[in-house]
């Protein structure tokens, strides 16, 4: 074992925050707080304000016009160990409104209660119209140097390290929607370079449902709740969205990939970003180049399964988000390499035939490979979801020199509404000087006064030219650093409302993106447009849509057209000849298993021992182990070293995990019975073992996930009627070699081979 392991560093840390008298440690991450445990009676001793959690950061103290103050982040955090009013003036009482009589009326001169409603009243922002449910993360990017040839941008140089800010997020549903929805993830990331703030904005899909930024308000009108009942919330599988679609057919490569399993992540961690438009590199030289930036996981990209995906909905509406914040916690930090694909920047700006202007297609990596230039490691959580992860501000024209944009028109609609929606979100223009949102470079910007201004500007001549600030402050050209945009030539041509012709073809990419997945991956995207179809009332939509996906492929449209219970319409032109892009499988690849979560199922007459081993070995592999018993406490707890017990059967479920391992045969607990769990109803069945811990294995089997047992405990397997013999389910009477073989296949995320392919 390693001191260095981050993990086993981490979980003993908070061990020990919460180990006590008669207290168990919690030995997983999500302790509320740095106080653990806390006292049973409230504390009536003062003291200053707790410290964040270790695993916690804030934005960096920074002044509003990006000057660092040399002190602490915890100066942006409240301070004094006595309760005051938003003046700093101590209160007595907190509880009660100031009364003629303790019976009597409230009084109108009551400040205190004016205030503190005031705020109350005001405490709620305007939420995003999309992206409204997120979760995000403090970290660090450092460079590879490998892109300086292409961009002079500083933050990409040779070992430059940037403080960092990225915030996911689902794009339909409203801020106290589910994670684990079928939808795009927005992946948007801040950088605090030298030279300014730049912001990557991208999604998990590499292309969009448009082509043009006009046509947004159509698109999330759409897919947005119905008007007239504001449902279905965070749902694409409704009437509006599919008679959009199915009217507008440039939307189907994006379509394709949302209803593939991208379209529902197994984890934040485990996902793929894409920056979706061509970008206009400029090195030192001058000289100019086009990019696609993505995001590649160093975990892999893996998704959920359907019932997967409807399961965590119920039982852990915030899995992504809790995910995120746990891992950084317990030392498994997230990372991604940023990567570039590169494009001569030639006159028409197309690639191998394909329009780089067309933000509905992608260049396969098997023509263009992604060349990485840097590393994102995710290391500190927020210490405060709303004044970091809510007033976070991203903007897609927040550039450095070094990166410029094109003509794409999707993009123009982008750089246009971004800026505009703050103001209303944020109350103001001022919103750069929040705290997440400053810049750490000097700010000299002339801009003054608004809502919220919190800078104090000097100075009495903030306009260009002047003599009474000795001309201060001065333009930068290029040499000292000024962004300077690309003097790209314009094409003399007539002002139209049209789309080049190039984008006239909606459906040869669809068509690759369905050649280039698994048969597994086809089967999952046959049912997901079967069940978002199958939600719609109109057939008319339906049928429009199957003409639609026949231009894709025979066979989709055909299965699809089954279940719904219609004839499959024909194609109306020859199928296009594409050549597969094995880059868009998420199958077949092997990945790291750091930071994956093992179940292991025992119970008080579970071998212990192997139990205590099993914990250590999966720590040791920088993976977490979740002890699963009948009830909650300890287990063992007649013995000198109980095992702490994370979930019990009443809690738990299989989708928490990401393999299980049964150590013991539990018996069914006090608690198994219909009307306590229905979890725990087994139609009348006098099964000696729990029918929650079957449940939990056989929904783990259904999900291929790998499987695990001792020899003593194999009768577990057999009860729940899994073939021990079946790809992915391991038994054996050494717990080292069951988790050995088990972690093996974790590698591949799922045992692919216990689904079965189609005919």
């Given amino acids: 074992m390693q001191d260095s392991n981050p993990i086993k560093a981490a979980v003993d840390?908070?061990?020990?925050?919460?180990?006590?008298?008669?207290?168990?440690?919690?030995?997983?991450?999500?302790?509320?707080?740095?106080?653990?445990?806390?006292?049973?009676?409230?504390?009536?001793?003062?003291?200053?304000?707790?410290?964040?959690?270790?695993?916690?950061?804030?934005?960096a103290p920074q002044t509003p016009t990006g000057r660092p103050t040399g002190g602490s982040a915890e100066a942006f955090s409240q301070g004094g160990s006595y309760l005051t009013n938003a003046q700093g003036v101590r209160l007595p009482d907190s509880d009660h409104s100031l009364k003629a009589g303790r019976r009597g009326p409230v009084l109108l001169q009551d400040h205190h209660l004016r205030e503190k409603i005031m705020h109350f009243d005001h405490e709620r922002i305007p939420e995003r119209v999309v992206h409204a449910r997120g979760a995000a993360a403090h970290g660090v990017f450092k460079s590879y140097g490998t892109a300086e040839s292409v961009t002079k941008a500083a933050f990409l140089r040779k070992d430059v390290e940037t403080p960092v800010f990225t915030r996911f997020s689902t794009v339909i549903g409203s801020r106290g929607s589910s994670d684990t929805v079928r939808d795009t993830r927005g992946f948007a990331t801040k950088f605090y370079t030298s030279e300014g703030v730049y912001d990557l904005v991208g999604n998990n899909i590499a292309v969009f449902f448009i082509q043009d930024g006009i046509k947004f308000p159509d698109v999330v009108h759409a897919v947005k709740p119905h008007p007239d009942r504001e449902i279905p919330q965070a749902q694409s599988a409704h009437d509006t969205f599919w008679d959009f679609l199915s009217l507008h057919t440039e939307a189907m490569h994006h379509t394709m990939w949302a209803m593939s399993d991208r379209g529902i992540p197994l984890s934040y961690r485990t996902m793929e970003g894409f920056g979706v438009h061509t970008w206009r590199l400029v090195n030192e030289q001058g000289e100019t180049t086009l990019a696609k930036l993505h995001w590649k996981p160093k975990a892999g990209v893996h998704s959920l399964v359907w019932e997967e995906a409807q399961v965590t909905n119920g039982v852990d509406p915030d899995f992504h988000r809790r995910d995120l914040a746990d891992a950084i916690e317990a030392g498994a930090y997230p990372q991604w390499e940023l990567g570039i694909q590169t494009?001569?920047?030639?006159?028409?700006?197309?690639?191998?035939?394909?329009?780089?202007?067309?933000?509905?297609?992608?260049?396969?990596?098997?023509?263009?490979?992604?060349?990485?230039?840097?590393?994102?490691?995710?290391?500190a959580n927020p210490s405060n979801y709303f004044a970091e992860t809510e007033q976070v501000a991203f903007h897609v024209g927040h550039l450095v020199p070094g990166i410029d944009v094109t003509d794409d028109p999707l993009l123009a609609g982008r750089l246009f509404s971004y800026l505009d929606t703050q103001l209303t979100r944020l109350g103001g223009p001022n919103f750069a000087q929040l705290p997440i949102n400053r810049p750490h470079a000097p700010v000299n910007d002339m801009l003054r006064d608004g809502m919220h201004q919190?800078?104090?500007?000097?100075?009495?001549?903030?306009?260009?030219?002047?003599?009474?600030?000795?001309?201060?402050p001065?333009?930068?050209?290029?040499?000292?650093?000024?962004?300077?945009?690309?003097?790209?030539?314009?094409?003399?041509?007539?002002?139209?409302?049209?789309?080049?012709?190039?984008?006239?073809?909606?459906?040869t990419q669809p068509r690759l993106f369905w050649l280039s997945l698994s048969p597994v991956e086809r089967e999952h995207l046959i049912s997901a447009f079967t069940f978002e179809l199958g939600k719609c009332y109109e057939n008319a939509i339906k049928e429009r849509t199957l003409r639609a996906l026949a231009e894709v492929d025979p066979y989709l449209c055909g299965q699809v057209a089954d279940g719904l219970g219609l004839p499959a319409p024909e194609a109306t032109r020859e199928l296009p000849s594409v050549r597969p892009s094995p880059a868009l499988s998420q199958v077949g690849q092997k990945w790291p298993t750091k930071g994956r979560t093992i179940g292991i199922i025992a119970d008080d007459n579970s071998d212990l021992a192997a139990v205590r081993a099993l914990r250590e070995e999966i720590l040791d592999g920088d993976m977490i182990p979740l002890v699963i018993a009948p009830t909650g406490g300890t287990i063992g707890s007649e013995g000198d070293d109980p095992v702490t017990v994370q979930r019990s059967f009443a809690t738990g479920r299989s989708v928490e995990c990401d393999a299980l391992l049964v150590v013991g045969a539990p018996a069914q607990g006090g608690d198994a019975f219909g009307t306590r769990d229905a979890k725990a109803w087994n139609g009348g069945a006098d099964e000696a073992v729990d029918p929650r811990a079957l449940l939990m294995l056989t929904e783990a089997y259904r999900h291929a996930k790998p499987l695990g047992a001792l020899s003593t405990a194999r009768q577990v397997f057999d009860t729940a009627g899994i073939p021990v013999d079946a790809p992915g389910v391991v038994v054996g009477a050494d717990a080292g070699d069951v988790l050995g073989n088990v972690v093996e296949l974790l590698a591949y995320h799922r045992v692919w081979e216990r689904f079965p392919a189609y005919a």
Avoid: W
């Fill in 343 to 379: 494009f001569p920047d030639t006159p028409d700006q197309t690639f191998e035939g394909i329009d780089l202007l067309d933000s509905t297609k992608i260049v396969p990596e098997e023509l263009a490979p992604v060349q990485p230039v840097g590393l994102l490691t995710l290391n």
């Fill in 474 to 507: 001065f333009f930068a050209g290029s040499e000292e650093g000024g962004y300077v945009e690309v003097p790209a030539p314009v094409e003399a041509a007539e002002k139209v409302r049209q789309a080049p012709e190039s984008f006239a073809d909606h459906f």
């Fill in 13 to 59: 840390k908070v061990a020990d925050m919460a180990s006590g008298e008669d207290v168990p440690a919690a030995e997983i991450p999500g302790q509320p707080t740095s106080q653990s445990p806390p006292p049973l009676e409230e504390p009536t001793e003062p003291r200053e304000p707790l410290p964040p959690k270790p695993d916690q950061s804030q934005p």
């Fill in 454 to 472: 919190t800078a104090v500007h000097r100075g009495g001549a903030p306009y260009k030219p002047n003599s009474l600030d000795a001309g201060c």
